[in-house]
């Protein structure tokens, strides 16, 4: 199973990005897509994730600007980030527990994609 990352980019405080993630390979079913983040000098953390359910889950620090959906048929996550901050400039990481044929459900990592917000 991979994962490709795309969107990510230099915007102003107040725009907005789209990051995707495309997932390819022997994959059986999706349990949990969600994306990650890393500032400089600081933990990876959860920003935002569904389930199989379409169930959701954000950060505090990001809820009401970004939205994360999913779309089945071509294995892709999306997150959709509105009023951008500086704080949110980070690599963003999208993050799948996957299963394949004859395999058992894990995790994988993209790649990661800069986001860059200025003020």
């Known amino acids: 199973v991979q994962l490709q990352a795309s969107g990510g980019g230099l915007v102003q405080a107040g725009g907005s990005l789209r990051l995707s993630c495309a997932a390819s390979?022997?994959?059986?079913?999706?349990?949990?897509m969600g994306w990650y983040r890393q500032a400089p000098g600081k933990q990876r953390e959860l920003v935002a994730a569904?389930?199989?359910?379409?169930?959701?889950n954000y950060a505090d620090s990001v809820k009401g600007r970004f939205t994360i959906s999913r779309d089945n048929a071509k294995n892709t996550v999306y997150l959709q980030m509105n009023s951008l901050k500086p704080e949110d400039t980070a690599v963003y990481f999208c993050?799948?527990?996957?299963?394949?044929?004859?395999?058992?459900?894990?995790?994988?990592w993209g790649q990661g994609t800069q986001v860059t917000v200025s003020s």
């Open positions: 390979g022997r994959i059986f079913s999706i349990n949990f």
């Open positions: 569904i389930g199989s359910a379409d169930s959701t």
């Open positions: 993050n799948i527990v996957a299963s394949s044929i004859g395999a058992p459900a894990r995790s994988y």
